[in-house]
């Protein structure tokens, strides 16, 4: 799969506004840590990539879990029955490309509660489009997955979020064009 590089320069200004089926959560995104997360993550918002898409994994006390674009068509009730069915394919959708880890040169990598990071695959630099909220800190999780943004309202909403909840929409604030 090909790497890609966003054209989008945060400017550190950053807050993406996720709005769920079960509330709003605001996230300040960390630009000068993981500009490579942060110009992607910007971008597949802007194009409305993840509208419509559900959350497919949850466990609880550790991660809820986004960003599969293989959700978009089903319904909760679907995303839910799939999840745990074993040879469900949910959780391995993308945009199509990956983008390069960032965790081992970020300074702000800290899995703390709510923080947002990017989910990938065995390869370090196999994130695209997933994403995961940690329920409490997850420090062992530092070393190996990069942490993008930090929530700064809507713990409760994070914390109510469950498999087959919809993301409706994603908007960022303070991005410079």
């Known amino acids: 799969m090909a790497m890609y590089t966003p054209t989008y320069q945060p400017n550190g200004n950053e807050v993406a506004v996720i709005t769920t089926s079960k509330g709003v959560i605001r996230v300040k995104l960390d630009g000068e840590g993981a500009p490579i997360h942060v110009g992607n993550f910007v971008e597949l918002a802007d194009k409305g990539f993840y509208n419509g898409i559900k959350f497919h994994r949850y466990v609880p006390g550790f991660v809820i879990q986004g960003g599969d674009p293989q959700t978009r068509d089903f319904s909760q009730e679907e995303v839910a029955r799939m999840a745990n069915m074993p ?91």
């Open 87 to 177: 040879m469900s394919r949910l959780g391995t959708g993308g945009p199509g490309y990956t983008i390069k880890e960032e965790f081992t040169t970020n300074p702000n990598n800290s899995h703390e509660d709510g923080t947002l990071a990017m989910a990938r695959s065995q390869n370090p630099d196999s994130a695209g489009s997933q994403f995961y909220f940690c329920l409490g800190e997850q420090h062992f999780l530092d070393p190996n997955y990069t942490v993008f943004g930090q929530t700064i309202d809507g713990l409760d909403v994070i914390g109510s979020l469950r498999v087959g909840d919809e993301i409706e929409s994603i908007e960022i604030e303070g991005e410079s064009r």
